[in-house]
């Protein structure tokens, strides 16, 4: 079992920087690959940015693709998301997700991965 935590959401400019961070609880974190996903109001959830559980392999939705920085340290149990040149279609609840697998291969659709957090909220201004 993880449980996940996310944070570092807030209100932002046009053009401006977050990192949002995901914490995991338990030991056996460094098993699990990540994701974040998000989910703008009226829209389904979304794929943002994986990455496999020894942070090798990473993938990213071309719409943040060159933006977004997704990274881990499983010393520290914890999962980042940089996210820079935000723009207003970036609003979004932003969540972070798990899954048990030692592949390098990525996937990117929100049933495969068993356990998310309660999310995280960007508001990005024009």
């Known amino acids: 079992q993880v449980q996940l935590v996310e944070s570092g959401g807030g209100l932002v400019q046009a053009g401006g920087s977050l990192r949002l961070s995901c914490a995991a609880s338990?030991?056996?974190?460094?098993?699990?690959?990540m994701g974040w996903f998000r989910q703008a109001p009226g829209k389904e959830r979304e794929f943002v940015a994986a990455i496999s559980w020894s942070g090798g392999s990473t993938y990213y939705a071309d719409s943040v693709k060159g933006r977004f920085t997704i990274s881990r340290d499983n010393a520290k149990n914890t999962v980042y998301l940089q996210m820079n040149s935000l723009k207003p279609e970036d609003t979004a609840v932003y969540y972070c997700?798990?899954?048990?697998?030692?592949?390098?291969?990525?996937?990117?659709?929100?049933?495969?991965?068993?356990?998310w957090g309660q999310g995280t909220q960007v508001t990005v201004s024009s």
């Open positions: 338990g030991r056996t974190f460094s098993s699990y690959a």
């Open positions: 997700a798990g899954r048990r697998s030692a592949s390098i291969v990525i996937v990117t659709t929100p049933p495969d991965y068993n356990y």
